[in-house]
């Protein structure tokens, strides 16, 4: 391998050193890729990623996708700011629950990439969940009940209704928009979706944009949904990234969730984020034989 690679927990995550994401060789690109599709979240340390060198090294992995809703950089249009000021106090701030990103749409984005630029002393870490291996804990009676049914999500966060934390002043420096009808519609997706570079099913929902079971009420899902995110978050399935001064972190949202921890106002930080490739989120199971 042309790199270090060091786990960050047993089944999730791994810290890359030892290569520059500017200057990649054909065997650091090949090697870096194999390593994503197996630990799904990388780390990559001492990196001093540029909004340019971003977008050439987020090209790797397939077309960058345009965020909605969210204003990007004013001359890089596929790189938005995550910014919280440090005079930014008492809000909600950006991907502060667990979430897939924007997996409410047709053909949700793949990968998210994020360098960092200034980081609080403390605190501000970015949380993960393996939805594979919650997956795979499940018991068989379960996975049968589970692999057959779709979700539904929606981008009601920025459509229409107040958000659940509707009257908590959200933070201004990442400019969202809202009131979006578009934003409201719900979509189907199978809640055991396939990660094609592992060949593993994973759990595919999330408090933040998934709202009910395909043909139930939001009050019938509420039980198995609420099941599923106290599993998905247990202990055992999440590792957590601790900022370093020069990482860039990637990961795949067909395999994990995140959600950025809100404890460091009176501190700015600041990380570049590209995205990166978009599908249809692709059953894990034949959904008419199952
Ligand atoms: C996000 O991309 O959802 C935010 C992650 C973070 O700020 O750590």
């Avoid at 995550?13 to 500017?22: F, L």
């Avoid at 090209?59 to 700011?81: Q, S, T």
């Avoid at 969730?257 to 009176?266: E, I």
């Amino acid at each position: 391998m042309p790199f270090d690679l060091s786990p960050i927990g047993p089944t999730l995550g791994a810290i890359i050193e030892g290569i520059d994401a500017r200057d990649l060789s054909d065997a650091d690109d090949a090697a870096l890729k194999a390593a994503f599709a197996e630990h799904r979240v990388l780390v990559l340390r001492d990196q001093s990623l540029g909004a340019d060198d971003q977008v050439t090294f987020s090209a790797r992995f397939g077309p960058l996708y345009r965020m909605p809703y969210v204003k990007p950089l004013a001359d890089h249009p596929d790189v938005i700011a995550v910014l919280k000021e440090a005079d930014e106090v008492k809000v909600s701030t950006f991907g502060s629950w667990w979430h897939a990103d924007f997996s409410y749409l047709e053909e949700p984005p793949v990968y998210s990439i994020l360098q960092a630029h200034e980081l609080p002393p403390a605190g501000g870490d970015t949380l993960f969940a393996d939805l594979c291996t919650a997956y795979d804990a499940l018991s068989d009676g379960m996975k049968a009940m589970l692999s057959p049914l779709k979700v539904m999500h929606s981008g009601h966060i920025y459509g229409t209704k107040l958000a659940p934390d509707g009257e908590k002043a959200r933070m201004r420096s990442v400019e969202v928009s809202t009131g979006h009808v578009e934003a409201d519609v719900e979509r189907a997706h199978p809640l055991v979706r396939l990660h094609q570079p592992s060949g593993r099913p994973a759990l595919f929902c999330s408090p933040t944009y998934t709202t009910r079971l395909e043909g139930m009420t939001a009050t019938e899902s509420a039980s198995i949904l609420g099941y599923l995110y106290e599993h998905i978050a247990r202990p055992e399935f999440t590792i957590r990234q601790r900022w370093q001064a020069g990482d860039l972190l990637m990961w795949d949202n067909r395999a994990v969730v995140h959600l950025a921890v809100n404890d460091y106002d009176g501190h700015r930080r600041l990380l570049h984020r590209t995205t990166v490739a978009s599908e249809r989120p692709v059953p894990a199971f034949n959904q008419e034989d199952s």
